[in-house]
C-alpha cells in the first residue's frame, strides 16, 4: 500500500469510524491497470451514496477486487450488487476464470459430441442466456468437447439438448445422452497410449515409427534368462527396469582397474619373497 492509498484508507476508516466489511467482487477484467472509476457498475455505487474504499488487489490475475464498505450502506450496497450480478450474467461464452468467479465457482462439465460444431450450439446458448466457458479439447479427435456451465443454467442446457436429441433422431441420427463429468474425469481424457502420442507428430515422425516397427516385428526374438524370455518381454513387462552399461566407465574401467591390482599383488608377493629369504640366509 502506498502513502497516497494508506492516506486515502486512513480517511475512508475516521469516516466509516472502522465501521465497515470488506466484500469480494468478480470482474471480467484482469491486469495492473484496473481502475474502479472506469467500470459503470462501480461509478453507479458512488452516485448512490454508499461510502466505500478499493482495497489494494493482492491478485491482480484472479478476476476479482476486494472493497470495504460502510455497514450503514450494506442494504445499499446489496441491493447493487444482485443487479450487478444478474447484469453481467446475461449469457453467452466468457473464460473459465470469469465464470467461476461470477458463479463462485457453482459451475458443472458436461461432455458434448460437438467437436468441430460450434454452430450447433453456440447461437442457441447465447439466445438462451447461457453462461458458459469452453475448455480446451484435450483429446483432438473423439468427437466430444467439454462445456463449463453455471449451475443456475443446467435446466437450460438439458431443455435444449434433449430438443436437440430429438431433432437429430428425426433426421435419422442417434445422438448419445448428456454427459455430466467431473474435473478429474476431464483431466483423464487427456491420457494418450504410445501410439496416440506418436500419431500426434508429422509425417516424419510417422514414417519412420512404422520403419522402427517393421524391423521390430522383422528382427529375431533374443531368448534371455528366467525360461526363454525374450527382449520383448523383458521390454513389456513393468516389473523389469531396462538400463545401458557403458563399456569405457564400466567394463574397460574394470579390466583395468583388476590388471592394475594383479600388478602391484605381484610385485608385494616378489618384494615379501625376497625378504623372506634374506631372513631365511641369516637365521
Given at each position: 500500500m502506498t502513502k497516497g492509498n494508506l492516506k486515502s484508507f486512513q480517511f475512508f476508516f475516521k469516516r466509516t469510524e472502522g465501521n465497515f466489511d470488506v466484500f469480494n467482487i468478480p470482474i471480467d477484467q484482469t491486469g495492473d491497470d484496473i481502475k474502479l472509476e472506469d467500470i459503470e457498475e462501480f461509478a453507479d455505487l458512488k452516485k448512490k451514496g454508499v461510502r466505500f474504499y478499493e482495497m489494494p488487489d493482492l491478485n491482480k490475475a484472479d478476476n476479482y477486487i476486494q472493497i470495504a464498505v460502510c455497514r450503514d450502506d450494506e442494504n445499499i450496497f446489496d441491493l447493487w450488487y444482485k443487479r450487478y450480478l444478474n447484469k453481467k450474467m446475461v449469457g453467452g461464452e466468457r473464460t473459465e476464470e470469469s465464470l467461476n468467479a461470477f458463479t463462485e465457482?457453482?459451475?458443472?462439465?458436461?461432455?458434448?459430441?460437438f467437436e468441430g460444431k460450434e454452430d450447433v450450439y453456440k447461437e442457441d446458448f447465447d439466445k438462451l442466456k447461457i453462461n458458459y466457458s469452453i475448455l480446451p479439447d484435450l483429446k483432438i479427435g473423439d468427437g466430444n468437447i467439454q462445456i463449463i456451465v453455471a449451475n443456475s443454467?443446467?435446466?437450460?442446457?438439458?431443455h435444449w439438448y434433449q430438443l436437440y436429441q430429438k431433432d437429430m433422431l428425426q433426421r435419422g441420427e442417434k445422438?448419445?445422452?448428456?454427459?455430466?463429468?467431473?474435473?478429474?474425469?476431464?483431466?483423464n481424457t487427456g491420457k494418450m497410449s504410445t501410439e496416440e502420442y506418436i500419431n500426434t507428430g508429422d509425417e516424419k515422425v510417422k514414417e519412420a515409427n512404422q520403419k522402427y516397427e517393421k524391423e521390430k516385428s522383422s528382427a529375431p526374438k533374443i531368448a534371455l534368462d528366467e525360461g526363454n524370455m525374450?527382449?520383448?518381454?523383458?521390454?513389456?513387462?513393468?516389473?523389469?527396469?531396462?538400463?545401458?552399461?557403458?563399456?569405457?566407465?564400466l567394463v574397460n574401467q574394470l579390466d583395468k582397474e583388476a590388471i592394475k591390482s594383479f600388478r602391484e599383488e605381484s610385485i608385494l608377493l616378489a618384494e615379501y619373497r625376497e625378504l623372506l629369504e634374506k631372513m631365511y640366509n641369516i637365521w
Open positions: 465457482g457453482k459451475t458443472s462439465i458436461f461432455s458434448v459430441p443454467d443446467i435446466p437450460k442446457v438439458q445422438v448419445p445422452d448428456l454427459n455430466m463429468i467431473d474435473m478429474s474425469t476431464y483431466q525374450t527382449y520383448e518381454d523383458y521390454e513389456e513387462n513393468q516389473m523389469y527396469q531396462k538400463f545401458t552399461i557403458d563399456p569405457d566407465t
